[in-house]
């Protein structure tokens, strides 16, 4: 390879590096080139699987400065996958993939510039998807939102309940309760009496 490719591959390395939330090294030896396709295939959306030539990628690393996530591992058949979208769904189709062919080995990986060992890789894909964590989130806010309408209604239907009350009250005491309190309370003078 010439100098020039290189350098091209290593400065497209980097960038990966840079621009992806977080990617995993494998090892990929004895794997077929259909299963390293159908892993492609299952990564899809989420990230790219790459092979690797490992002294590019450790200079690529390096200049990324993220090379101490991978110190000693560039040794033997590599391929890294550089995760652009959701990192849960890539570590789970990677620990999938490697459950169903053990050849793959998941050496280690960064996320947000941050080492990140192989049980730490099966950790993530533990998680729950993005979707569904804020579908749970969406679902508790609407609860909390509830409770707060109930919290706001409650002094109206209290009130309500109470005016109704009256109300009844008012309408079996009858009509006649309501002309004799409505009736003023007049002074009467004994008859045929004049006053001086």
């Known amino acids: 390879m010439a100098n020039a490719q290189k350098d091209a591959a290593i400065a497209e390395l980097t960038e990966k590096f840079r621009s992806s939330g977080a990617a995993v090294l494998t090892e990929y030896r004895g794997l077929t080139v259909d299963q390293l396709a159908q892993l492609r295939k299952n990564l899809r959306g989420n990230a790219t699987y790459s ?18 996530a991978f110190e000693g591992q560039f040794v033997g058949p590599n391929a890294i996958a550089f995760v652009e979208g959701d990192p849960v769904e890539a570590a789970k189709g990677l620990r999938d993939f490697a459950k169903e062919n053990p050849l793959l080995v998941i050496k280690g990986g960064i996320f947000d510039g941050n080492p990140l060992s192989p049980e730490q890789i099966n950790q993530l ?19 909390q939102l ?30 006649q309760a309501s002309a004799d309190e409505a ?13 001086a």
């Open 51 to 68: 092979v690797v030539k490992n002294t590019l990628t450790a200079r690529a690393a390096k200049e990324a400065g993220v090379e101490s």
């Open 125 to 143: 894909a533990q998680l729950e998807s993005r979707e569904v964590l804020l579908g749970k989130l969406a679902g508790a806010m609407k609860a």
């Open 146 to 175: 509830s409770q707060a309408a109930q919290l706001f209604n409650a002094p109206l239907s209290q009130t309500a309940r109470v005016v109704d009350a009256l109300r009844q009250k008012v309408e079996e005491q009858g009509p």
């Open 183 to 195: 009736a003023p309370a007049t002074e009467s003078t004994p008859e045929g009496g004049d006053e």
